[in-house]
């Protein structure tokens, strides 16, 4: 059985850090393209990062740029988002979701294992 755990979210001060991680299970993530997506309160699920199965990575959210990098570590299975600098309109719901092969997409609809998500708060 597929599955995605994500961890690492929580409540944060505005301009603080949180590393966010996503631990796979049942399948190797070597073969695929793995994206981290959020939703806020209210609003569509956006793609934020993704990284290809060969390790070069995407940006979607052109309000991340610099602040947020993604990573794998494909023999531990896991996949991992670090955010710095952080703002509350970051807040979110951010999830981890794996596609089959090579290419990275912005488009949550391409992707077919999902975590249950980790909330993130960014507030004083």
């Known amino acids: 059985q597929f599955q995605f755990v994500e961890s690492g979210g929580g409540l944060v001060q505005p301009g603080g850090s949180l590393r966010l991680s996503c631990a796979a299970s049942g399948f190797t993530l070597d073969r695929y393209a793995i994206g981290w997506f959020r939703q806020a309160p209210g609003k569509e699920r956006e793609g934020v990062l993704c990284?290809?199965?060969?390790?070069?990575?995407?940006i979607y959210a052109d309000s991340v740029k610099g602040r947020f990098t993604i990573s794998r570590d494909n023999a531990k299975n896991m996949v991992y988002l670090q955010m710095n600098s952080l703002k509350p309109e970051d807040t979110a719901v951010y999830y981890c979701a794996a596609r089959r092969g090579y290419y990275c997409s912005g488009d949550a609809s391409l992707f077919g294992t999902w975590g249950q998500g980790t909330q993130v708060t960014v507030s004083s």
């Open positions: 990284i290809r199965s060969s390790g070069g990575s995407a």
